[in-house]
Nanobody, 114 residues
Framework: QVELVESGGGLVQAGGSLRLSCAAS????????VGWYRQAPGKQREWVATITGTGMTYYVDSVKGRFTFSRDNAKNTVYLQMNSLKPEDTAVYYC????????WGQGTQVTVSS
């Protein structure tokens, strides 16, 4: 099965930045719609952003203007540039294609301290 590997998370102070990456083991991302999702402690996983095959992007209102979704089809990798981070952005971040695969990667932990 295709493997999804998220990376780039870490601990950052409020107002800081991180760049997340998600690599797929196959060409599963090529030309397909891909999403970033996050799951905060005690909460359900939520959608964060989407990028289409042509590069159009959509964001949940809480991250608009702060997060930027991009992709590199040659590397089968997508990125999430996160700026002006807030404590409420603390979560484990995951990527998946849309429609979603029936499994998830391990995610990458983002912790924003106040």
């Amino acid at each position: 099965q295709v493997e999804l590997v998220e990376s780039g998370g870490g601990l950052v102070q409020a107002g800081g930045s991180l760049r997340l990456s998600c690599a797929a083991s196959g060409s599963i991302f090529s030309g397909n719609v891909v999403g970033w999702y996050r799951q905060a402690p005690g909460k359900q996983r939520e959608w964060v952003a989407t990028i289409t095959g042509t590069g159009m992007t959509y964001y949940v209102d809480s991250v608009k203007g702060r997060f930027t979704f991009s992709r590199d089809n040659a590397k089968n990798t997508v990125y999430l540039q996160m700026n002006s981070l807030k404590p409420e952005d603390t979560a484990v971040y995951y990527c998946n294609k849309i429609p979603k695969l029936p499994y998830w990667g391990q995610g990458t932990q983002v912790t924003v301290s106040s």
